[in-house]
T-cell receptor, first 116, second 113 residues
Framework: DTGVSQNPRHKITKRGQNVTFRCDPI?????LYWYRQTLGQGPEFLTY????????KSRLLSDRFSAERPKGSFSTLEIQRTEQGDSAMYLC??????????????FGPGTRLLVL | QQQVKQSPQSLIVQKGGISIINCAYE??????FPWYQQFPGKGPALLIA?????SEKKEGRFTISFNKSAKQFSLHIMDSQPGDSATYFC????????????FGTGTSLTVIP
């Protein structure tokens, strides 16, 4: 399977704990994006990388959130001191470059986080 | 502020019927409008997309109609099948950027056999 993969698929944690998610993009894609999707809503942009450089962060990404892509391949998204409001599906997507006709993002299956 | 407004929130259609989902946007800087299909437990998958210089695009049973002056676009699913039951998201993109990508709130489609 050469699609975008995400691990874990599900995560249940207690409020206050730290969690880390991993995303492996399609191999030749240099752009990687993180989105958050809550129930009944469309995905909301969190941040994106061009290779290892983090180019933009949404104001949705509070100081408790940090994302890295150390070698320009896989990426991790860490949430510190989780809150119940962090419960959501966290989606990763990748693309070859800038958003372009017939070259939009390819999404992974997501990591569903539940904070108790 | 919701960049893309989508309706209806849910839709039930008989097998063989036409499913119609509508979206509207405000920012005229958007220049690409894809539709995504999402099944439970999966990420969104690109279904069909259109540029604003085209009024209609058809791929198989799926058609996008685009009204640039009204800043509205819609997805039509002809001969709807139970396998089409999923959540559909419209989106608006500003090409050449990495982050100007906004989704609608989604429409849950159920096709009854």
């Amino acid at each position: 399977d050469t699609g975008v993969s995400q691990n874990p698929r599900h995560k249940i944690t207690k409020r206050g704990q730290n969690v880390t998610f991993r995303c492996d993009p399609i191999s030749e894609h240099n752009r990687l994006y993180w989105y958050r999707q809550t129930l009944g809503q469309g995905p909301e942009f969190l941040t994106y990388f061009q290779n290892e450089a983090q180019l933009e962060k949404s104001r949705l990404l509070s100081d408790r959130f940090s994302a890295e892509r150390p070698k320009g391949s896989f990426s991790t998204l860490e949430i510190q001191r989780t809150e119940q409001g962090d419960s959501a599906m966290y989606l990763c997507a990748s693309s070859r470059g800038d958003l372009a006709v017939q070259e939009t993002q390819y999404f992974g299956p997501g990591t569903r986080l539940l904070v108790l | 502020q919701q960049q893309v407004k989508q309706s209806p929130q849910s839709l039930i259609v008989q097998k063989g019927g036409i499913s119609i989902i509508n979206c509207a946007y405000e920012n005229t800087a958007f220049d690409y409008f894809p539709w995504y299909q999402q099944f439970p437990g999966k990420g969104p998958a690109l279904l069909i997309a259109i540029r604003p210089d085209v009024s209609e695009k058809k791929e198989g049973r799926f058609t996008i109609s685009f009204n640039k002056s009204a800043k509205q676009f819609s997805l039509h699913i002809m001969d709807s099948q139970p396998g089409d039951s999923a959540t559909y998201f419209c989106a608006a993109i500003r090409l050449g950027t990495g982050n100007q990508f906004y989704f609608g709130t989604g429409t849950s489609l159920t096709v009854i056999p």
